[in-house]
């Protein structure tokens, strides 16, 4: 038997890293890591950095490599198929060890918001004791980057993915949305002038660009310098908050 801690970590800043979290990485007797390519080495490395902060002794690090998600065969079969593939991974890294106890990933964000580690720990074989440590999240980083608030007074908003939005338009009863994990821009198939939108890539990280102001105004320079940023550097994250005009 043997515990998983799923580490949030936020969103780039070493600084993010709460008390109990630095806590958790000292605590483990290996940390699992993710390779995504060379193009996105420095994810890697900025884990690396945060284990190199926080411990005196750092615990020992097990890679392993992310596998390709099929887009063949619909959407939620391949995210399924690809999250049994990756727990198989998991367990891999985690059988080389059989004499620690202490496991650990440092999850990008915390681990309930849009992020499917969970979902990956509960295929594990045998099932691990897992605990969570919250980290801030790319929403709160973004809404702090740009000093508002998520929300009207009183008011819902949604959080939701670009898929979302392209395939089914703006969601119903709310002023604001906030859109993560779309590679598309998907805020092009709405109509522009209805709405503000707050956005930004590498919230958080010393490489943050943020833009904001009328759709209409900032949609293309947002295409435009998010084209830019990927060629930059070989990978981007991103997210966004809308706001409904109600003039």
């Known amino acids: ?3 998983l801690t799923l580490i949030g970590i936020g969103t780039g800043n070493p600084d993010h890293v709460t ?5 958790a990485i000292r605590n483990a007797d290996v940390i699992l890591i993710p390779r995504k390519g060379e193009n996105k080495a420095d994810l890697a490395g900025l884990r ?8 005196d002794t750092p615990p020992k690090i097990a890679y392993f ?6 887009a063949d065969d619909g959407y939620l079969r391949g ?5 049994d593939a990756i727990a198989v991974r998991w367990h891999e890294a985690i059988s080389a060890h059989p004499d620690a106890r202490q496991f650990a990933l440092l999850i990008w964000g915390d681990p ?3 992020d499917s580690s969970l979902r990956i720990a509960s295929r594990l074989d045998p099932q691990p004791a897992t605990r969570v440590i919250p ?4 929403l709160q980083a973004l809404t702090a980057a740009h000093a508002i608030p998520i929300n009207d007074l009183g008011a819902p908003y949604v959080v939701t993915t670009g898929r979302r939005i392209r395939d089914e338009g703006w969601p119903k009863g709310v002023s604001k949305v906030a859109v993560m994990l779309d590679g598309e821009c998907s805020f092009q198939s709405l109509e522009m002038a209805d709405y503000d939108i707050w956005w930004g890539a590498y919230v958080g990280m010393k490489e943050e660009i943020l833009i904001k102001g009328s759709l209409t105004d900032v949609a293309d320079q947002i295409l435009e310098t998010r084209a830019q940023a990927r060629a930059d550097h070989g990978w981007i994250m991103d997210i966004y908050l809308l706001k409904k005009r109600t003039n």
């Open 1 to 3: 038997m043997y515990d």
């Open 19 to 23: 008390f109990q979290g630095a806590q």
């Open 48 to 55: 690396e950095e945060i284990i190199t902060q926080v411990t």
């Open 65 to 70: 490599d992310i596998p390709k998600r099929r």
């Open 79 to 83: 995210v399924d198929e690809w999250h």
């Open 112 to 114: 309930s918001l849009y």
């Open 135 to 138: 980290g801030i999240t790319a």
